[in-house]
C-alpha cells in the first residue's frame, strides 16, 4: 500500500505496547540480555495479545522465519491490578523476559504469575505477592459450558415489545385477552413517544410472554420477569414463518413472519411497531423488525429447545446476566423467554444446574474471571458473558465429589436466598432495575459474607479453580 495512503480504519483503537516491548527486543538486546518493562495488563490475559506471547517473531523476508526468541518466563510476571491505589492510570503489569536464540522462544502462558495485593500507601511493606496460575485466552473455550451457553434473542427497542398490564374497564370483556400499554423503563429511548399510543390496548395471551432479562436475575434467585408482546405463539411455543425459497431452513435469514398465522390483533400491532422501528433505524445494518428479533436465529431456537422441554425432555435453564457481577439462577418457567442481556446455560438436570449456580455466583469465579474482562470505574468486571468459560471449568459429573458438593452447596444456597428475598418486601417491587439491586445488595452484602453456605461454596469452587501460592 502506498505509505501516503490513509489506512483503513479497521482496529480504531490500538494497543501497541507489546510491538514496542518487541520492537526494543530487536534493536537493543543481544542474547542473553534480560529485559524488565512495565506493561497494559492486559498483555497477560487477553486474546489479541496472544501471538506476542508465545516468545517467538517471524520476520517479513521471504522465508518468514522467526527471526528472535524472547524467554517470556526466565521470572514471572507481576500481576499490579490488585494493589491499591492504582500505581499507574491503567490497570498494570511488569513482564520480563531473556533475548534467546533464533526460534527458541518460551510462551508465557501456561505458567503461573505473581499477583500483588495491598494498600502501598497504607502499608507498603504489608503488600502480598503470591503465584498464581496464569489462566489466559488461548483463542478456545476451556469450558465444555462455553458450547452449552447461548444468547436470548435481541428486544431491541424495547419500548415496541415490553409491555404493562392494566385492568380493563370495559363491561364485555375480550376472552383470553390482556390490556396492555407500553412499558416505560428508566433506560429506553423516547424516540416513539409521539406514537406510543398505537402500542395501547388488547393483546391475545397468546402473545403474552413472561421475560427475564439481566435485571430479573439475583444471585440464586430469579425475581419477577417482565411482560412481552412476542409474534409467538404460545400455545405451541413457535414462531409462524413463511419460508422463502432459498431459505436454507435453519438461520432463517430468508424466512418471514406468517401474518396470517398471528392473531388479529397482533397482525396489527406487528404492522405498527415494524413501520416504527423501520422508520428509527434507516441507517442500521438491521432495518427489519423481524430479522432484528431472531438475528441468528437466537429466538426460534430458543424456542425449539423449550418445546422439547415442555414435552418432557430432561433439561434445566439457568440463566446468568451479560452485564455486572456474575449472577444466575434457575428459570424455572419453560414458557418464559430469556432476553438477550442474559445468557442460558442448558443443563442436563438439577444437580448439574446447582452445580453451575454457585460456580457462577461464587466471588471466587469473579475474581478468577476479571482479568479477561473488562472493568468500570469501581473495578468490578464487565462483559463477564464475553469471556465466562475461559476458565477451566469442567462439565458436571455426578461420581466426582468435589462437584456434588459443589452441587447440594448451590441448593442449599438457593433455598436460603429465596427465603431471604420472600421475608423482605423485595418480590413487591416492580420487576426491573430497583427490585433487582435491591435483591442483590441484600444477597451479596448479608448473605455472602455471613452464611456458612456461602463460605463453603468458596472454598469449594477455590478447589475446582484453584490458585497456587
Not at 42 to 51: I, P, Q, T
Not at 132 to 152: A, V
Not at 168 to 196: C, F, M
Not at 211 to 234: D, H, I, Q
Request: neutral net charge.
Amino acid at each position: 500500500m502506498n505509505q501516503t495512503e490513509p489506512l483503513p480504519n479497521q482496529a480504531p483503537h490500538q494497543d501497541i505496547a507489546t510491538l514496542f516491548y518487541t520492537r526494543c527486543a530487536e534493536l537493543y538486546a543481544n542474547p542473553p540480555a534480560l529485559i524488565g518493562m512495565v506493561m497494559p495488563y492486559s498483555v497477560l490475559r487477553s486474546g489479541h495479545h496472544l501471538k506476542w506471547r508465545r516468545g517467538e517473531y517471524s520476520g517479513t523476508g521471504k522465508d518468514h522465519g522467526p527471526v528472535f526468541g524472547l524467554d517470556l518466563r526466565v521470572y514471572e510476571p507481576w500481576d499490579l491490578d490488585n494493589v491499591v491505589p492504582d500505581f499507574f492510570r491503567m490497570p498494570a503489569s511488569v513482564v520480563f523476559a531473556q533475548k534467546v536464540a533464533t526460534g527458541e522462544g518460551t510462551a508465557l502462558a501456561p505458567a503461573t504469575v505473581q499477583v500483588w495485593r495491598g494498600d502501598w500507601e497504607k502499608d507498603f511493606a504489608g503488600i502480598s505477592r503470591s503465584g498464581e496460575i496464569l489462566y489466559h485466552d488461548d483463542g478456545t473455550f476451556r469450558s465444555p459450558y462455553g458450547e452449552l451457553s447461548t444468547q436470548g434473542p435481541t428486544m431491541f427497542d424495547r419500548r415496541l415489545f415490553f409491555v404493562e398490564t392494566i385492568e380493563s374497564t370495559a363491561k364485555i370483556q375480550t376472552a383470553l385477552a390482556t390490556k396492555v400499554s407500553p412499558r416505560l423503563g428508566s433506560q429506553d429511548h423516547y424516540k416513539y413517544e409521539n406514537q406510543l399510543h398505537k402500542l395501547e390496548g388488547v393483546v391475545s395471551n397468546d402473545h403474552l410472554f413472561d421475560v427475564y432479562v439481566g435485571a430479573c436475575l439475583a444471585p440464586y434467585v430469579a425475581l419477577n420477569p417482565l411482560k412481552a408482546v412476542l409474534p409467538v405463539c404460545r400455545s405451541t411455543m413457535t414462531m409462524p414463518l413463511e419460508h422463502d425459497e432459498n431459505c436454507d431452513g435453519s438461520t432463517h435469514k430468508q424466512c418471514h413472519l406468517d401474518m396470517a398465522a398471528l392473531h388479529p390483533n397482533m397482525q396489527i400491532r406487528w404492522q405498527h411497531i415494524s413501520d416504527m422501528y423501520y422508520n428509527a433505524n434507516k441507517k442500521r445494518t438491521i432495518r427489519d423488525l423481524y430479522r432484528n428479533l431472531n438475528h441468528n436465529g437466537k429466538l426460534t431456537s430458543q424456542l425449539e429447545y423449550l418445546q422439547r422441554l415442555i414435552a418432557g425432555n430432561s433439561g434445566v435453564r439457568v440463566a446468568y446476566t451479560a452485564q455486572g457481577e456474575p449472577t444466575a439462577a434457575i428459570i424455572e418457567d419453560n414458557h418464559a423467554v430469556i432476553e438477550s442481556k442474559a445468557y442460558q446455560v442448558k443443563c442436563w438436570n438439577r444437580a448439574e444446574a446447582y452445580y453451575v449456580l454457585a460456580i457462577i455466583n461464587s466471588n471466587h469465579l469473579a475474581s478468577q474471571a476479571k482479568p479477561f474482562c473488562t472493568t468500570n470505574w469501581a473495578k468490578k468486571i464487565r462483559d463477564f458473558h464475553l469471556h465466562a468459560w475461559k476458565l477451566p471449568i469442567p462439565r458436571y459429573d455426578s461420581t466426582n465429589p468435589l462437584h456434588g458438593r459443589l452441587s447440594e452447596l448451590g441448593n442449599a444456597a438457593e433455598q436460603e436466598c429465596t427465603a431471604m428475598i420472600v421475608a423482605s418486601d423485595i418480590l413487591t417491587k416492580p420487576p426491573g432495575g430497583s427490585q433487582s439491586d435491591t435483591a442483590r445488595q441484600l444477597i451479596r452484602r448479608e448473605w455472602q459474607p455471613n452464611s456458612p453456605t456461602a463460605h463453603n461454596i468458596e472454598t469449594a469452587v477455590g478447589e475446582l479453580l484453584p490458585r497456587t501460592d
